[in-house]
């Protein structure tokens, strides 16, 4: 994914209010910035590392930049988590995921049940499709190990047991972690930020849930999905 939009450096000062991040561009100019993330962002920032950020030149924005990444002095950091998902769509139709790769249609938040899953695949030959949930993962808690998540996420609960209902209805389903950065050479899924979680995926593995760990490559020019990265459940 390149970015397409003027791209600016500056310096982190603050994240606060969730969404809002304070600025110093390398100019001088001190700006507040939208901050597509809502997770703790433990590990992906400290004030003054160096920030990317994409310029939206659109008069019905009231922030016109939007932070994209952070570098902590080895690693870019992705923490525009709104654009995981076309990350992995990218990587799907560039066969990067081989485990996604042998689908002809791929429909994006679909509806199953109460909850709405990120990627929908299947064949015409095919009877029963292939559910994929995307998880965005940004945290790191030792030397080179990245966790997921970072915080209780109920929300993560929930998709975890609407893949185990899949699998057990016939159906084939995935979840895949993107890892946005790349200081880290093994994904461990986190037991102290959310247990329940960490057994629902445990659960999930066993029943037949693939886990699939893929890690970016991060650049001023852009992000891209490139390898697996090896993991323990």
Same mark, same amino acid.
């Given at each position: ?22 600025? $110093? ?10 901050? @597509?993330? +809502?997770?703790?962002?433990? &590990? ?29 002095? *080895? ?32 429909? +994006?938040? %679909?509806?199953? !049940? ?20 995307? $998880?965005? #993962? ?8 990245? +966790?997921?998540?970072? @915080? ?24 895949? =972690?993107?890892?946005? %950065?790349?200081?880290?050479?093994? =994904? ?14 445990? &659960? @999930?593995?066993?029943?037949? #849930? ?6 970016? *490559?991060? !650049?001023? *020019?852009?992000? +891209? ?9």
């Amino acid at each position: 994914m390149k970015f397409i939009l003027p791209v600016h450096r500056g310096i982190i000062l603050k994240r606060y209010k969730r969404f809002l991040a304070d600025i $110093k561009l390398d100019g001088g100019e001190l700006i507040t910035a939208h901050l @597509a993330n +809502t997770g703790s962002m433990t &590990s992906c920032y400290q004030p003054s590392w160096p920030a990317l950020l994409t310029y939206h030149d659109n008069p019905k924005r009231k922030l016109k930049y939007s932070l994209e990444m952070i570098h902590n002095g *080895q690693s870019w950091i992705g923490v525009n988590t709104s654009r995981t998902n076309s990350l992995a769509v990218e990587a799907i139709k560039s066969n990067i995921i081989s485990e996604l790769a042998s689908y002809h249609c791929l429909k +994006t938040e %679909r509806q199953y !049940s109460d909850s709405r899953i990120d990627l929908y695949l299947h064949d015409e030959e095919q009877e029963q499709g292939h559910w994929v949930e995307i $998880k965005s #993962v940004t945290l790191k808690v030792d030397d080179g190990i990245a +966790t997921f998540p970072d @915080a209780v996420t109920k929300r993560g609960q929930k998709h975890l047991l609407t893949l185990i209902d899949a699998v057990k209805r016939g159906y084939r389903a995935s979840l895949l =972690f993107i890892v946005q %950065r790349e200081d880290v050479t093994l =994904f461990d899924p986190s037991r102290s930020h959310d247990m329940e979680y960490f057994k629902l995926l445990q &659960s @999930a593995h066993q029943i037949g #849930v693939n886990i699939l760990v893929y890690q970016c *490559q991060l !650049s001023e *020019q852009g992000i +891209t999905v490139y390898s697996a990265l090896p993991y323990k459940v």
